[in-house]
């Protein structure tokens, strides 16, 4: 049985899969640590803490793929593809017959159009501001007193959602503020909080082409609040699956077991590999 | 990095580039000691070199004094000398950097730059320039002469815009025999002309052998080198020189298949001017994927001459216009961009585009958005769009501009390995 690992050192959070081939493909482990300043640590204290939780050395692992923005720092990685191929590749396998990823994440979100095999067909990225991201969403918990974990369930009981002056993340702290000293209910601010956000990712996803099924993937897709605003925007479901958070490293797993020679792809990204490897 | 070490070609020409670009800036420098030729200052954009001629008069370029700088990380001083005298963050950073040189009074090279005999503000293709030269002239005292080129409306100029550009010329004319105190040459003038027109063959032959793979250079990344010279030079035995040996040595290249890459992977056609204060660092970003450009609009800012536009010596003043009016990038509008793109990923076999959106310009920028959505959606051309600046150091992210790019090439490379069609039709 062989075993490979997908690491995605992510700006805020790093994860860590093992996925096994037993006749298919199984996750059997997952870890998830804060990335701070010490990326490379970051990366090994994640794959370390996979293979504790597996019960499995870290020697057992046959292939790493490295992903997301920290992923030249894994130096015990095989190789790096970059998370948006990651992303793809992991909401066809978790998620079968994805042909659209919303990926939001710490600081970037991005659209993704999937082929049927997990295949990057388009994509598109957030500009350089963290509007449409997780930071943005945090730093609104923060100036409301509350939790990340509280503000989705809250923006659920929102009546009348407040309109965002603004999506910056800096800004919305003052717009906040001032709706908060208007005497505005909490639930109506997180509404129109998420709503705003919901609105400016719908309308980067348009940029590629919004195909059902939908897959949300990303630390964000936790939250039922922004799950919900998306839906109401799009006007369709998404697929949320309970590895959400850890697709990037999913993917990053899958392209490493594809390397062992598991795949029915394998091969194809040997090009690759030899490209973007080392570097 | 040995494999990097091979994604330049350097040749005798980026010598005598050299040579010819220090000169340049040598005769700039005698001119700011009043021991020097005429000076204008007017942009690249479909600009007017040959009439220079006519007086032994030299540009002043504020373009390629930027891109110069940028190249060589010194352009945030200018541009923050600029920002406290009141120009805003989301100015043109061209403009800024310009602004900041005459405030500083200083080339790139570290010589003088000199007040120029006349501002020349050939409005072509971008309305920022009239504010710009406007303040160029306050701030150098220099005369101001407003050149009004149309924008391209139509497939091409009406006989009314032509006339109406050449009338200027001869303003312009006018003018330039009152400040200099010399007699308009204009023998000398229509020898410029003829001097351009065979410029403009070799460039288009140079242009054409990057339809040959693998490409003999990188459209975008080395046709830079060779834009200084064309934009400065081109109206000059000097410059049909420099063509002449840039012509035979990258012959030479594509008859002995050698390429920019020992093995081409990718051929891309690029849009958008590249982000200078990061030129090394952006490069090496598509040399990693052994990908070049065989193609690119940006070179073809100063003149588009690859699809049959020459200079006329027989109608020197109306073949001047026509190049101002409709064979250079930015005065086209955006159905002929779109089209100049679409023929490059056609006649060039080009595997997809990369728009390189510029921060602070929002003319030549505004629209890439649709343009993107035109090639992947309605043609089915894999299209990548990163975005920075082109002189602003500050817009530059390193990590992000690198993950577009790898996720971009990682599509590329699986939709040829399994013969798959990218982006949606």
Same mark, same amino acid.
């Given at each position: 049985?062989?075993?490979?690992a997908?690491?995605?050192?992510?700006?805020?959070q790093?994860?860590?899969?093992?996925?096994?081939?037993n006749?298919?493909?199984?996750?059997?482990?997952?870890?998830?640590?804060q990335?701070?300043?010490?990326?490379?640590?970051?990366?090994?204290?994640?794959?370390?803490?996979?293979?504790?939780?597996?019960?499995i050395?870290?020697?057992?692992? $046959?292939?790493?793929?490295?992903?997301?923005?920290?992923?030249?720092?894994i130096?015990? &990685?095989?190789?790096?593809?970059?998370?948006?191929?990651?992303h793809?590749? $992991?909401?066809?396998?978790?998620?079968?017959g994805?042909?659209?990823?919303?990926?939001?994440? &710490?600081?970037?979100?991005?659209?993704?159009?999937?082929?049927?095999?997990?295949?990057?067909?388009?994509?598109?990225?957030?500009?350089?501001?963290?509007?449409?991201?997780?930071?943005?969403? %945090?730093?609104?918990?923060?100036?409301m007193?509350?939790?990340?974990?509280?503000?989705?369930?809250?923006?659920?009981?929102c009546?009348?959602?407040?309109?965002?002056a603004?999506?910056?993340?800096?800004?919305?702290?003052?717009?906040?503020?001032?709706?908060?000293?208007?005497g505005?209910? %909490?639930?109506?601010?997180l509404?129109?909080?998420?709503? %705003?956000?919901?609105?400016r990712?719908?309308?980067?996803?348009?940029?590629?082409?919004?195909?059902?099924?939908?897959t949300?993937?990303?630390?964000?897709?936790?939250?039922?609040?922004?799950v919900?605003?998306?839906?109401?925007?799009?006007?369709?479901?998404?697929?949320?699956?309970?590895?959400?958070?850890?697709?990037?490293?999913? $993917?990053?797993?899958?392209f490493?077991?594809?390397?062992?020679?598991?795949?029915?792809?394998?091969?194809?990204?040997?090009?690759?590999?030899?490209?973007?490897g $080392?570097? | 990095?040995a494999?990097?070490?091979?994604?330049?070609?350097?040749?005798?020409?980026?010598?005598?580039?050299?040579e010819?670009?220090?000169?340049?800036?040598?005769?700039?420098?005698?001119?700011?000691?009043?021991?020097?030729?005429?000076?204008?200052?007017?942009?690249?954009?479909?600009?007017c070199?040959?009439?220079?001629?006519?007086?032994?008069?030299?540009?002043?370029?504020?373009?390629v004094?930027?891109?110069?700088?940028?190249?060589?990380?010194?352009?945030?001083?200018?541009?923050?000398?600029?920002?406290?005298?009141?120009?805003?963050?989301?100015?043109?950073?061209?403009?800024?950097a310009? /602004?900041?040189?005459?405030?500083?009074?200083i080339?790139?090279?570290?010589?003088?730059m000199?007040?120029?005999?006349?501002?020349?503000?050939?409005f072509?293709?971008?309305?920022?320039y009239?504010?710009?030269?406007?303040?160029?002239?306050?701030?150098?005292?220099?005369?101001?002469?407003?050149?009004?080129?149309?924008?391209?409306?139509?497939d091409?100029?009406?006989?009314?815009? /032509?006339?109406?550009?050449?009338?200027?010329l001869?303003?312009?004319?006018?003018?330039?025999?009152?400040?200099?105190?010399?007699?308009?040459?204009?023998?000398?003038?229509?020898?410029?002309?003829?001097y351009?027109r065979?410029?403009?063959?070799?460039?288009?032959?140079?242009?054409?052998?990057?339809?040959?793979t693998?490409?003999?250079?990188d459209?975008?990344?080395?046709?830079?080198?060779?834009?200084?010279?064309?934009?400065?030079?081109?109206?000059?035995?000097?410059?049909?020189d420099?063509?002449?040996?840039?012509?035979?040595?990258?012959?030479?290249?594509?008859?002995?298949?050698?390429?920019?890459?020992?093995?081409?992977k990718?051929?891309?056609?690029?849009?958008?001017p590249?982000?200078?204060?990061y030129?090394?660092?952006?490069?090496?970003?598509?040399?990693?994927?052994?990908?070049?450009?065989?193609?690119?609009?940006?070179?073809?800012?100063?003149?588009?001459?690859?699809?049959?536009?020459?200079?006329?010596?027989?109608?020197?003043?109306?073949?001047?216009?026509?190049?101002?009016?409709?064979?250079?990038?930015?005065?086209?509008?955006?159905?002929?961009?779109?089209?100049?793109?679409?023929r490059?990923?056609q006649?060039?076999?080009?595997?997809?585009?990369? /728009?390189h959106?510029v921060?602070?310009?929002?003319?030549?920028?505004?629209?890439?958005?649709?343009?993107?959505?035109?090639?992947?959606?309605?043609?089915?051309?894999?299209?990548?769009?990163?975005?920075?600046?082109?002189e602003d150091?500050?817009?530059?992210a390193?990590?992000q501009t690198?993950?577009? /790019?790898?996720a971009?090439?990682?599509?590329?490379?699986?939709?040829?390995?399994?013969?798959?069609q990218?982006?949606?039709?």
């Amino acid at each position: 049985m062989r075993i490979a690992a997908g690491v995605d050192v992510g700006s805020t959070q790093t994860k860590a899969v093992l996925l096994q081939e037993n006749g298919g493909f199984k996750i059997i482990a997952r870890a998830l640590t804060q990335t701070g300043a010490n990326v490379q640590k970051a990366a090994e204290n994640a794959f370390e803490e996979c293979c504790r939780a597996a019960g499995i050395p870290t020697s057992d692992v $046959g292939f790493v793929v490295g992903t997301g923005y920290g992923r030249y720092k894994i130096t015990f &990685g095989n190789a790096q593809m970059t998370e948006i191929s990651c992303h793809a590749r $992991g909401a066809q396998f978790l998620c079968p017959g994805t042909r659209t990823v919303i990926d939001m994440g &710490g600081q970037d979100s991005k659209a993704i159009s999937v082929g049927p095999s997990g295949e990057v067909l388009d994509f598109m990225m957030n500009d350089k501001c963290a509007a449409g991201t997780g930071r943005f969403l %945090a730093n609104a918990a923060d100036v409301m007193g509350l939790s990340l974990d509280e503000i989705g369930p809250i923006s659920l009981q929102c009546k009348r959602p407040v309109k965002m002056a603004t999506v910056c993340t800096v800004f919305v702290e003052s717009d906040i503020l001032s709706y908060l000293s208007q005497g505005k209910k %909490a639930e109506d601010i997180l509404g129109g909080v998420h709503l %705003a956000i919901a609105k400016r990712t719908v309308s980067l996803a348009r940029r590629v082409a919004v195909e059902p099924l939908i897959t949300m993937t990303g630390g964000v897709a936790n939250n039922i609040g922004m799950v919900r605003a998306l839906e109401e925007v799009l006007g369709q479901k998404l697929q949320i699956s309970p590895d959400a958070h850890y697709m990037g490293a999913v $993917g990053a797993a899958i392209f490493a077991m594809e390397k062992l020679g598991q795949s029915f792809e394998s091969g194809i990204w040997r090009d690759a590999y030899a490209t973007s490897g $080392g570097h | 990095m040995a494999e990097q070490s091979k994604t330049e070609y350097r040749g005798g020409i980026h010598q005598r580039q050299k040579e010819l670009m220090l000169d340049w800036y040598g005769a700039l420098d005698r001119s700011a000691e009043g021991d020097g030729p005429p000076t204008v200052s007017m942009m690249v954009s479909g600009n007017c070199v040959e009439l220079l001629e006519g007086f032994g008069a030299v540009p002043i370029y504020p373009e390629v004094n930027a891109l110069q700088l940028a190249i060589r990380h010194q352009s945030l001083e200018p541009i923050l000398a600029a920002e406290d005298i009141g120009y805003a963050s989301d100015n043109c950073a061209y403009v800024k950097a310009d /602004i900041g040189c005459y405030l500083k009074g200083i080339t790139p090279t570290g010589g003088k730059m000199p007040k120029p005999t006349l501002v020349l503000c050939n409005f072509v293709g971008c309305n920022t320039y009239v504010k710009w030269f406007e303040h160029v002239a306050e701030i150098t005292g220099s005369p101001l002469y407003m050149l009004d080129v149309p924008f391209l409306r139509t497939d091409a100029p009406s006989q009314a815009d /032509i006339a109406y550009v050449v009338r200027q010329l001869h303003e312009v004319v006018a003018l330039m025999e009152k400040l200099t105190g010399r007699k308009f040459d204009f023998a000398r003038f229509q020898e410029a002309v003829n001097y351009s027109r065979q410029v403009e063959e070799l460039w288009s032959e140079i242009k054409h052998m990057s339809k040959h793979t693998p490409a003999p250079f990188d459209a975008y990344f080395d046709a830079i080198t060779l834009m200084g010279p064309l934009y400065v030079h081109r109206a000059s035995r000097e410059g049909l020189d420099f063509f002449e040996i840039a012509r035979d040595e990258l012959r030479a290249k594509m008859q002995a298949n050698e390429g920019v890459y020992d093995q081409e992977k990718f051929r891309l056609v690029v849009e958008g001017p590249p982000p200078y204060p990061y030129f090394r660092t952006f490069r090496d970003m598509f040399a990693k994927w052994k990908a070049c450009a065989v193609a690119s609009t940006y070179s073809t800012v100063g003149g588009l001459w690859e699809f049959g536009f020459r200079h006329d010596p027989e109608h020197p003043f109306e073949s001047v216009a026509m190049h101002m009016l409709a064979n250079n990038v930015t005065n086209r509008n955006y159905l002929q961009r779109y089209d100049q793109i679409r023929r490059y990923v056609q006649e060039w076999n080009a595997d997809g585009v990369v /728009i390189h959106f510029v921060k602070s310009c929002r003319l030549f920028s505004a629209g890439q958005g649709d343009m993107r959505d035109y090639f992947t959606k309605q043609l089915g051309i894999p299209t990548l769009y990163i975005e920075s600046d082109l002189e602003d150091p500050r817009y530059f992210a390193e990590a992000q501009t690198k993950n577009r /790019i790898d996720a971009f090439f990682e599509t590329l490379e699986h939709a040829k390995a399994t013969g798959k069609q990218l982006a949606h039709v």
